[in-house]
């Protein structure tokens, strides 16, 4: 039987490999075809974002307009055949519902892809005045993105304001320059802090002069830690100013010969600076910068700002409808949120800055009262 076994197996296996290599050779051979029997597709594919942007901070309604689509599915790379954006109006927004075009053949490209993003790049003119919106949706009514229009132009300037030393002096606060635009400083609250410390021997192990007179010269830091304790060498200076009884870098701390723990009292003082300025009505800031701010000195300000048009039926965003503060330690504008959790702040620092102190806005050398 194993005899019979060995001589059947050749065949046997002949006849599979003879089977197989008939199979792949039947006539048509190649890429299976994208549409069974040569049928034609034509229909819509889709996307899965969209972006709308005009290259700037603000949107006016003469901008340029960029309108993004990202992950554009066309059945596969060869099908697309166009991208309808739609553009309709529906009371106060401007609606793009970008419709994408598709058509499959059997000439088309076997594999499916989603396409790299595409821009489109249209001018937002003769638009109805009742537009104040511009939004993109897909087919599903999706909202993907929006962004509001304004009439009206910016105008832009650069000038100085000088910053008087007083600003720098918590009791001279609250304190503003003169007119608008004006620089604001105020004084928010204060915080009782205490320190600890303890006295730390120091001993000269060179002297330069021996002079006769020495007194304490107790060392104290630049800076306090809360958390801490700090040490505070106590050196011996010699009386005469003139006389110099140890060098710098020869001291030795004995930190056996440590006094007693002392309290030191201090105060944190939390202060904010704005800068303050009337602003024609429903107007807002679109950038900002400044430079070389320093007290008893001039500091210099670029402002871009947005003035509305008579046609303008949108406001802001600003701190009040015809006035803005810049706080200048955080970078950004003081505005009143949608629910007016900022209006009594806002209220209280527009009430400070009517009634500060107007501090001089030159320096006294330069002031008419002093020639």
Not at 132 to 147: C, F, P, R, Y
Not at 244 to 259: F, H, I, P, Q, R
Not at 287 to 309: C, D, H, I, M, Q
Not at 323 to 337: D, F, G, P, Q, V
Request: overall charge negative; proline content about 5%.
């Amino acid at each position: 039987m194993k005899r019979k076994f060995a001589a059947f197996f050749p065949v046997y296996l002949l006849s599979l490999l003879m089977a197989f290599f008939a199979s792949c050779a039947q006539d048509g051979d190649g890429p299976l075809d994208v549409m069974p029997n040569g049928e034609n597709f034509e229909g819509n594919g889709f996307f899965l974002g969209a972006t709308l942007d005009s290259g700037k901070t603000l949107h006016l309604i003469s901008d340029t307009l960029y309108v993004t689509l990202s992950q554009i599915w066309s059945f596969s790379n060869c099908s697309l055949t166009s991208i309808d954006l739609n553009e309709s109006v529906n009371d106060s927004v401007f609606v793009i519902a970008p419709k994408i075009e598709i058509k499959v053949n059997t000439d088309d490209c076997p594999a499916p892809m989603y396409r790299p993003d595409t821009t489109f790049k249209m001018v937002l003119k003769d638009l109805p005045s009742q537009v104040t919106n511009v939004i993109v949706k897909n087919d599903v009514d999706s909202l993907l993105d929006s962004i509001m229009l304004r009439r009206g132009k910016l105008e832009r300037d650069t000038f100085s304001i000088f910053i008087d030393s007083a600003f720098a002096v918590h009791d001279s606060l609250p304190l503003r320059t003169k007119e608008s635009p004006s620089i604001l400083r105020v004084l928010d609250s204060i915080t009782p802090q205490k320190f600890f410390w303890r006295t730390l021997r120091a001993n000269c192990t060179m002297r330069v002069d021996m002079c006769g007179d020495v007194v304490a010269d107790t060392v104290y830091p630049a800076s306090w830690n809360v958390n801490d304790t700090a040490l505070v060498p106590v050196r011996y200076a010699c009386a005469s100013a003139d006389s110099v009884y140890c060098l710098n870098t020869k001291w030795e701390y004995d930190s056996t010969a440590l006094g007693k723990v002392n309290e030191r009292l201090d105060t944190i003082w939390h202060m904010s600076t704005y800068y303050v300025e009337n602003i024609p009505s429903c107007a807002m800031m679109n950038n900002f910068a400044y430079g070389g701010f320093a007290y008893n000195s001039k500091a210099t300000f670029v402002r871009e700002l947005f003035v509305p048009s008579e046609g303008e039926r949108s406001c802001g965003p600003s701190t009040k409808k015809d006035w803005i503060a810049y706080r200048l330690e955080s970078n950004n504008i003081l505005t009143e949120s949608d629910d007016g959790e900022n209006k009594t702040q806002i209220d209280s620092l527009y009430k400070v800055w009517k009634s500060a102190t107007v501090a001089p806005d030159t320096l006294r050398a330069d002031s008419t009262e002093s020639k």
